[in-house]
């Protein structure tokens, strides 16, 4: 780092203007200013840290971010790549092949109880407006909303 930079994390007669300045035009940037001086030495380490961490991760999958497009997604699962097991391969494919088709038949069921819930809304609602319709045309069993007139 450059030591000869003006505003750098550390004591300097610019980071404490530009502290003391933060405080009295809005007290969040003086706070955000001190804590530049005392942990911005930490931060740099910090995001190496992160960095490589993440790396890390992604470097798992196949040539980084592109390998999604070699180990693919199928409805939202992870496909990886062949482990050179042959037995292994062919299991975890009838596994995954089984998993689909549970998949699709969930799918449909939760489809076909959705389409039974609107049916069940709809004739509810009918019936509410019959109800409604046959109160209106019939006032002899008083007011429908309690409304007195006055």
Same mark, same amino acid.
């Given at each position: 780092m450059n030591?000869n ?5 550390d004591?300097?007669?610019a %980071?404490?203007a530009?502290?003391?300045? =933060?405080f !009295?035009? #809005?007290?969040?940037?003086g706070? +955000?200013m *001190?804590?530049y001086?005392?942990?911005?030495e930490r ?17 798992t ?15 939202? %699962?992870?496909r990886?790549?062949?482990t =050179?097991? !042959?037995? #292994?391969?062919?299991?975890r494919? +009838?596994? *995954?092949a089984r998993l689909d088709?549970?998949r699709?038949r969930l ?7 959705d389409a039974?819930v ?6 509810k609602?009918?019936?509410d407006?019959?109800r409604?319709m046959r109160?209106?045309?019939n ?7 309690g409304y007195?007139?006055?």
């Open positions: 030591q930079a003006l505003i750098r994390p004591w300097t007669p %980071t404490i530009l502290m003391v300045l =933060g !009295v035009v #809005f007290w969040p940037l706070l +955000a *001190l804590a001086i005392l942990f911005g931060l740099k380490s910090f995001k190496r840290d992160a960095n490589a961490s993440v790396d890390t991760v992604f470097s999958f196949r040539g980084g971010f592109g390998g999604f497009g070699k180990t693919g997604f199928s409805r939202g %699962t992870f990886a790549g062949n =050179g097991n !042959v037995a #292994f391969d062919d299991w494919e +009838a596994e *995954l088709e549970e699709r799918d449909d069921m939760r489809e076909d109880f039974y609107r049916e069940l809304r709809r004739a609602d009918q019936d407006f019959d409604f109160e209106r045309n006032p002899s069993n008083g007011p429908v909303t007195t007139g006055n």
